[in-house]
């Protein structure tokens, strides 16, 4: 079975300091992965996603995240955090067989302080 | 050019009576389904349509009924709505005859149950 789990509900950053949002996955295989984003009352937007091709992904808004096997992580990163940034953040799964299932993280909500 | 649109945005309604939540998509993909967000932010599958046909059925209550008039669209139709069906619901589209994973979702729908 395959599953996400998102390590920090909340995390806090300033404005123009790095930002880290962990996400561990279990899959029994090679796994696709994606993160998405949720701004407050908004849909769902995806930010960047793996498919077993490079393992370090580039998604928009500056955004990037390293598939590392031996860790079983997928941790999104930012260099520098915008206010525009803060907003609920999801790590997700895609169930291995052919009904293109996504599984969801719990979610870490980022905060930005001016 | 909304890529997966829903109506409507907001639903307020009393509990016992029958509503139903529209989506449609104008990418030209061949699945769609639908998702629930609950109060604390958790994403889960609820169904899923292939080609109009029903690939994805999570142990959602029989009171839930989707309906795939066509490729564009899925309707989620509740009966006799219960408080704990207050939620946000999702659309989402993809295109998987292509191989393609990525899931473009709707702005969502916010039901409240009085």
């Known amino acids: 079975a395959q599953s996400v789990t998102q390590l920090d509900s909340h995390v806090s950053v300033s404005e123009g300091t790095p930002v880290l949002l962990r996400c561990n996955y279990s899959?029994?295989?090679?796994?696709?992965l994606f993160w998405y984003v949720q701004h407050p009352n908004k849909g769902l937007q995806l930010l960047l996603k793996?498919?077993?091709?490079?393992?370090l992904v580039k998604g928009i808004n500056g955004f990037e995240a390293e598939f590392k096997k031996s860790e079983t992580s997928f941790h999104l990163t930012k260099p520098s955090a915008h206010m525009s940034d803060a907003a609920e953040y999801f790590c997700?799964?895609?169930?291995?067989?052919?009904?293109?299932?996504?599984?969801f993280g719990s979610g870490t909500r980022l905060l930005v302080r001016p | 050019d909304t890529a997966v649109s829903q109506t409507p945005k907001y639903l307020v309604t009393q509990m016992g009576n029958d509503k139903s939540i529209k989506c449609e998509q104008n990418?030209?993909?061949?699945?769609m389904y639908w998702y629930k967000q609950d109060s604390k932010k958790f994403l889960k599958i609820m169904f899923s349509?292939?080609?109009?046909?029903?690939?994805i059925n999570e142990t959602v209550p029989n009171r839930f009924s989707p309906k795939s008039p066509d490729k564009a669209h899925l309707n989620l139709h509740i009966n006799s709505l219960e408080l704990g069906d207050s939620a946000v619901y999702f659309c989402?589209?993809?295109?998987?005859?292509?191989?393609?994973?990525?899931?473009?979702f709707g702005p969502g729908t916010r039901l409240l149950v009085l």
């Open positions: 899959s029994s295989y090679s796994p696709s």
């Open positions: 997700v799964v895609r169930w291995m067989d052919s009904s293109y299932k996504l599984i």
């Open positions: 349509y292939n080609n109009k046909e029903l690939i």
């Open positions: 990418l030209g993909h061949d699945t």
């Open positions: 989402a589209s993809s295109l998987t005859t292509a191989g393609e994973e990525t899931q473009y």
């Open positions: 793996y498919t077993s091709a490079a393992t």
